[in-house]
T-cell receptor
C-alpha cells in the first residue's frame, strides 16, 4: 500500500493564481482531511470529509474549497492564492471508528 | 475552540539526558495522541491514550494522560540523536465530527551526540 500520497511536493504561486493540491489514499479510509502547518502553530484543520459526497469546514476554511467524489481522492483547491496561504499542507485519512490519522508527506506552498 | 498548549516549544539536550514534554488544556478530551514528525515528512502516530491516569510505554518513551483527561506528558529516558524531531500532541473531543483532532503547537527536540 502507498498509504496517503500528495502532489506536488513543492509549489510556488503568484498572488491571485489558483491551483489544486492532490491527495489520494489506498487504505479504504472513510475519513479524510486537510491541515495546514505553520511555525509554532501545530496543524490546523482546513476541511474534512466523512465520506464520498460529504465535506465540512474545519478551523481555517476561508480561501479553500474541497470535494470528495470518490473514497480515495480529496483534492484541495486554492481559488485565488494569497501570501497568507504560504504554508505546508498535509492531507490525512482515518477509519471511521478511529482517531488514528495517517498523514501524507505534505506539500510546501509559497505564494509570492 | 479547544486549545492545547505544549511546552517547551524548543528543547536542545545532550545524548543520554532525560526530558519531559507537556501538553495542557482547559478542555476535556476523549483521547489524546502523540505524533512525531521528521523534516519533510508528515506526522506519525506514536501513541493514543484514552483513560484518565493511563500510562503507556514505548521503549524509552513514557506517555501519561492526566486524571481529568485535560493534560498529558511525554517523558523520554536517555535521549538519543534518533529522537530528534517535532513532537505534537493532539486531542479528540467527544463531540468532534469525523475524528478531527486539535493539535498543540509542537515541541522541537534536538538531541546532540
Amino acid at each position: 500500500n502507498a498509504g496517503v500520497t500528495q502532489t506536488p511536493k513543492f509549489q510556488v504561486l503568484k498572488t491571485g493564481q489558483s491551483m489544486t493540491l492532490q491527495c489520494a489514499q489506498d487504505m479504504n479510509h472513510e475519513y479524510m482531511s486537510w491541515y495546514r502547518q505553520d511555525p509554532g502553530m501545530g496543524l490546523r484543520l482546513i476541511h474534512y470529509s466523512v465520506g464520498a459526497g460529504i465535506t465540512d469546514q474545519g478551523e481555517v476554511p476561508n480561501g479553500y474549497n474541497v470535494s470528495r467524489s470518490t473514497t480515495e481522492d480529496f483534492p484541495l483547491r486554492l481559488l485565488s492564492a494569497a501570501p497568507s496561504q504560504t504554508s505546508v499542507y498535509f492531507c490525512a485519512s482515518s477509519y471511521a471508528g478511529s482517531n488514528e490519522q495517517y498523514f501524507g508527506p505534505g506539500t510546501r506552498l509559497t505564494v509570492t | 475552540t479547544q486549545l492545547l498548549e505544549q511546552s517547551p516549544q524548543f528543547l536542545s539536550i545532550q545524548e543520554g539526558e532525560n526530558l519531559t514534554v507537556y501538553c495542557n488544556s482547559s478542555s476535556v478530551f476523549s483521547s489524546l495522541q502523540w505524533y512525531r514528525q521528521e523534516p519533510g515528512e508528515g506526522p506519525v502516530l506514536l501513541v493514543t491514550v484514552v483513560t484518565g491516569g493511563e500510562v503507556k510505554k514505548l521503549k524509552r518513551l513514557t506517555f501519561q494522560f492526566g486524571d481529568a483527561r485535560k493534560d498529558s506528558s511525554l517523558h523520554i529516558t536517555a535521549a538519543q540523536p534518533g529522537d530528534t524531531g517535532l513532537y505534537l500532541c493532539a486531542g479528540a473531543d467527544l463531540w468532534s465530527a469525523g475524528n478531527m483532532l486539535t493539535f498543540g503547537g509542537g515541541t522541537r527536540l534536538m538531541v546532540k551526540p
